[in-house]
């Protein structure tokens, strides 16, 4: 048995059947075998007109990978499986040939093989491929790991997907369902009108969010390049060249660090609409997760690390200082006090960094007094400006903007606004920035002329948003790590022994 055997020992047995297979003249990666059906076509036919099956026909032409096999004497069931499901099917020395059957023997466990034959049912009842022709499509030189103990260890899973894939049949589900979610968010948008459009990767000047980016250089050029942080700044020029609704589903960048919640390359997807306001998208954001929970998961009731989450009804909303006041139980009088922010800080144990603007003391203390309660959706709106450079003034309160954030299952998923589109408002901004980054805040904005000069030809009032793809997907999934819902999230480099 193969578990018995060391690794080492499984991988020299494995190449001596290889040798074996060549001096037999087998091919070991040929490729010019045609596949005619999917198991998961079979499994309907199963389903709708068993009847017509029988031994003499019809006749089918699958492939697969090998995942079992139970050997006796001239005869073996193996089972294999396709990308639509797993089949079973029965190799006879005498149904074969004794040639095949010699070169079945020297088989193992993960080759690909390619199968034809009628269906018929074992005594216990299970349709089984009955073969009568199996070819070697490509040979595996390592074995997969044992059946009953899988891959379990997240260090192995996340370096070696392709085995998690394999072995877990979970977490193909998972990333089938994110491709579905993805689809769906897509369909969204494109009901109502908006273009899919794509834009830099690689910036001269990082933008649309406080973040600190990745830099490569352009030989060519001759200059630093940015990996994008967020595509915001050109979708937004976008929509000053005639294009009222635009959105991309875009990687993003950003040199921050590694957690539960964080990959350095993630998935979101950014809309923008002109003639909109944040009110309005915040009713479509609704709209986007009943329709993405009901249609991936069957119901807009989605169950998240213990907790029912609804998305049927409408969305909890309320401003950040109120949200301060009584999640975070901070009195209303000391929100724009600085020294007293520093004191209730500390007699929090909360370590602020950024202690020059009341505004990011205010979302520090939210981040750790209030985020990790809304677990139902929850908008939380009214942020001041100095933590929202892009966002258009609120007409009432100057100070604030005219912003939004959605929680769900104690974490951020979206930030929306109504767009700063006054040219002079926005240099200012950037020019706010620029001291802050002077002063040593790596995440602050850099002054973009280009995108002033942009808004100096006239943006429509406009609104957008961007929704985290990833965090969505945990929230849909279960998962409690973002690892878990990305195919190869970045972790250390192996250390060698």
């Known amino acids: 048995m193969e578990k018995d055997s060391t690794a080492s020992e499984l991988f020299e047995k494995r190449n001596q059947k290889i040798e074996e297979l060549k001096s037999r003249q087998v091919q070991l990666f040929p490729n010019h075998f045609k596949v005619e059906n999917t198991v998961g076509e079979i499994k309907k036919i199963l389903a709708d007109t068993p009847e017509a099956l029988t031994e003499q026909g019809p006749f089918f032409c699958v492939a697969g990978r090998m995942m079992a096999v139970n050997r006796f004497g001239k005869a073996a069931f193996i089972r294999f499986a396709d990308r639509t499901g797993q089949l079973q099917a029965y190799i006879q020395r005498d149904k074969v040939g004794e040639n095949a059957y010699a070169d079945f023997k020297l088989f193992d466990i993960g080759d690909f093989v390619r ?24 040979k595996a030189k ?38 579905r979610i993805v689809e769906t968010v897509r369909q969204c948008l494109l009901e109502r009108d908006f273009l899919e459009v794509e834009t830099p990767m690689m910036q001269p000047i990082p933008g649309g969010a406080e973040a600190e980016p990745f830099v490569t250089h352009h030989n060519a050029l001759g200059m630093d390049l940015y990996l994008r942080i967020a595509p915001e700044l050109y979708l937004k020029r976008l ?25 350095p390359e993630f998935t979101m997807v950014e809309f923008y609409q002109a003639y909109a306001t944040y009110e309005d998208l915040m009713d479509f954001t609704e ?4 329709r993405v929970a009901d249609t991936v998961n069957g119901s807009t009731i989605v169950e998240y690390q213990g907790h029912a989450i609804d998305f049927g009804g409408k969305f909890q909303r309320m401003s950040l200082f109120s949200s301060l006041e009584t999640i975070g139980g ?44 809304l677990i139902q959706p929850t908008f939380i709106t009214g942020y001041p400006v100095e933590v929202s450079p892009l966002s258009r003034r609120n007409d009432q309160e100057p100070d604030m903007t005219e912003r939004f954030e959605l929680f769900v299952g104690g ?14 408002d926005q240099k200012g901004r950037f020019l706010q920035q620029v001291e802050d980054r002077a002063a040593g805040d790596k995440e602050a904005h850099c002054m973009d002329e280009d995108y002033i000069e942009a808004l100096e030809y006239g943006m429509p009032p406009t609104a957008g948003e961007g929704i985290g793809i990833d965090r969505l997907v945990m929230l849909l999934t279960n998962a409690a790590s973002i690892r878990e819902v990305i195919l190869f999230p970045h972790m250390k480099a192996k250390t060698q022994n």
Request: aromatic share 8%; proline share 5%; net charge positive.
């Open 239 to 263: 929509i000053v060249g005639g294009f009222e609704r635009v959105f991309e589903i875009n990687r993003n960048f950003r040199n921050e660090g590694i957690s539960t919640r964080h990959n």
């Open 142 to 179: 390592r074995p997969l790991p044992e059946k009953f103990h899988g891959l379990k260890d997240p260090e192995k899973r996340y370096r070696q997907r392709y085995i998690d894939l394999l072995m877990n049949p979970e977490v193909r589900e998972l990333f089938i369902k994110r491709s």
């Open 287 to 290: 709209d986007i997760f009943k």
């Open 330 to 373: 901070m009195d209303p009088g000391m929100m724009n006090d600085r020294d007293k922010l520093l004191e209730f800080a500390l007699s929090k144990g909360i370590k602020i960094t950024k202690t020059g603007r009341v505004g990011k003391m205010i979302t520090k203390l939210f981040d750790t007094l209030v985020e990790p309660h």
């Open 115 to 138: 199968l034809k034959g009628s269906l018929f049912q074992t005594k216990t009842g299970e349709w089984t491929l009955l073969t009568n022709d199996i070819q070697l499509l490509s």
């Open 411 to 424: 974490r951020e998923i979206a930030n929306g606004f109504s767009e700063l589109n006054d040219p002079d």
